[in-house]
């Protein structure tokens, strides 16, 4: 039987159908703008009842959308024993501390070695799907390039009780990142960029719409208009070199679009460590943290970013959990040669 979705067209919207759907399908249901227009195309897509069959299709503010998504076919991603670090399991998820280099998925380009085939591997067929394809219990992502804590749904139970609260921005997700200069919360030059107010406590809020690149399509970026609404908190942690030319941040997600941290982060001007996407050319002074540490962080091969805390109520049992993973080598050797 295939599983339905139910969307309410929001304010403002494009004035084709799979371009509003792309728009307003909750991330968390892992439909893209073109599986959405196969959906169409295979009258999956209806309005009152009546199937809308073309993806240039007039959708107006407030018009409800029924999306039919059929059950995942099976796909030839193939068990691998890849080592995995578990932080939590039991009969209804398990929490794993993702490795940097990791792909989440098979995606073309990556076929194997992915958090998926591992999980087959470990946990067999006690997993769910999603996206029309075997994508054993994912309900979030991280980068490839950014370490840290994801959890994965066992059972379909699991899996509709974590996409709920990831929908209702209730999971508590917490980043470590190492950033260029220091992010001050006091810094007139901050409060004065769009979307940027400061919190008591040293808190930077960061509130913008994000949308992909008007000109590259693998980025995304802060748009003026559309998209679709991103919050970001963030604190300095613990600042670097004398004046401050870096810092290690904490940011934590009212929302989860993609790639948030790491573009809003080069929005304020204080691009991620690494970040060859969105870090820009600005790098450390070797004179405020001498020569050793400016080429260490010129040289590190990847966002400096890890998914350190995680925090969500249990789907099956109703209780709080939260867990933990340390910053990674890389990063705590980075921060060493900071220091020094």
């Known amino acids: 039987m295939p599983r339905h979705l139910t969307v309410v067209i929001g304010p403002n919207p ?60 099976q796909i030839a ?14 009969a209804h998820l398990i929490v794993v501390d993702k490795p940097a280099g990791m792909v989440v998925h098979p995606a073309p380009g990556s076929p194997s070695g992915t958090l998926v085939n591992a999980l087959l591997a470990h946990c067999g067929d006690s997993l769910s799907g999603i996206g029309g394809e075997r994508r054993p219990g994912i309900v979030h992502r991280i980068d490839k390039d950014t370490s840290g804590l994801l959890v994965v749904a066992k059972t379909d139970k699991a899996h509709a009780g974590l996409a709920a609260q990831f929908a209702a921005h209730s999971v508590d997700r917490r980043y470590r990142a190492l950033v260029v200069g220091l992010p001050d919360a006091g810094d007139p030059r901050l409060r004065g960029l769009a979307g940027v107010s400061a919190e008591p406590g040293g808190v ?77 050319r600005r790098k450390l002074s070797a004179r405020a943290v001498g020569e050793t540490a400016a080429e260490a962080a010129a040289a590190f091969p990847r966002q400096a970013l890890h998914a350190a805390t995680l925090g969500f109520v249990h789907p099956e049992t109703g209780e709080h959990c939260h867990f933990a993973a340390p910053l990674p080598a890389d990063m705590t050797g980075l921060i060493a040669t900071l220091r020094g």
């Open 204 to 280: 930077l809020r960061i509130a913008t719409q994000i949308g992909r690149h008007r000109t590259d399509r693998q980025r995304q970026a802060v748009l003026p208009g559309g998209g679709r609404h991103a919050v970001t908190r963030m604190q300095v942690v613990e600042r670097f070199g004398t004046p401050p030319a870096a810092a290690l941040v904490e940011c934590w997600l009212e929302t989860g679009r993609t790639h948030q941290i790491r573009v809003h982060m080069a929005h304020i001007g204080h691009g991620l460590i690494g970040d060859t996407v969105y870090g820009g």
């Open 14 to 73: 494009p004035p084709r159908l799979d371009k509003a759907l792309a728009r307003d399908v909750p991330e968390q249901a892992g439909l893209t703008r073109s599986r959405l227009a196969k959906l169409i195309a295979e009258g999956g897509v209806s309005r009152d009842g009546v199937p809308l069959t073309e993806a240039r299709a007039k959708v107006a503010e407030g018009d409800t959308i029924e999306i039919a998504i059929a059950e995942p076919a």
């Open 77 to 90: 991603t193939r068990p691998e024993a890849i080592a995995l670090t578990v932080v939590h399991e039991d």
